[in-house]
């Protein structure tokens, strides 16, 4: 979501991805975008029509950013 909202450089992302490859955790997985969906209207992190998430400009430096329900959900239909 990162990528998608703040322009996440790919190279930092590459930094992440063999990071979590050193220490053997997952850089990929599936799930069901209706579920994951579903689970994230409920959360706490909700203000009306929006959630509050946590995303990177880069490596150290984030931001809390409020993404709408309707560009969540075609995001999550993206990410698949």
């Given at each position: 979501?990162?990528?998608?909202?703040n322009g996440f450089?790919?190279?930092?992302?590459?930094?992440?991805i063999a990071l979590?490859?050193?220490?053997?955790?997952?850089?990929?997985?599936?799930?069901?975008?209706?579920?994951?969906?579903?689970?994230?209207?409920?959360?706490?992190?909700?203000?009306?029509?929006?959630?509050?998430?946590?995303?990177?400009?880069?490596?150290?430096?984030?931001?809390?950013?409020?993404?709408?329900?309707t560009q969540l959900?075609?995001?999550?239909?993206?990410?698949?």
């Amino acid at each position: 979501i990162s990528e998608e909202i703040n322009g996440f450089h790919s190279v930092d992302k590459e930094k992440i991805i063999a990071l979590l490859h050193k220490y053997n955790l997952p850089t990929q997985f599936t799930f069901d975008n209706d579920q994951v969906f579903s689970i994230l209207t409920k959360d706490k992190k909700r203000n009306g029509e929006s959630i509050n998430f946590i995303l990177l400009n880069r490596i150290g430096e984030a931001l809390i950013q409020p993404i709408s329900l309707t560009q969540l959900d075609h995001l999550l239909n993206q990410i698949l």
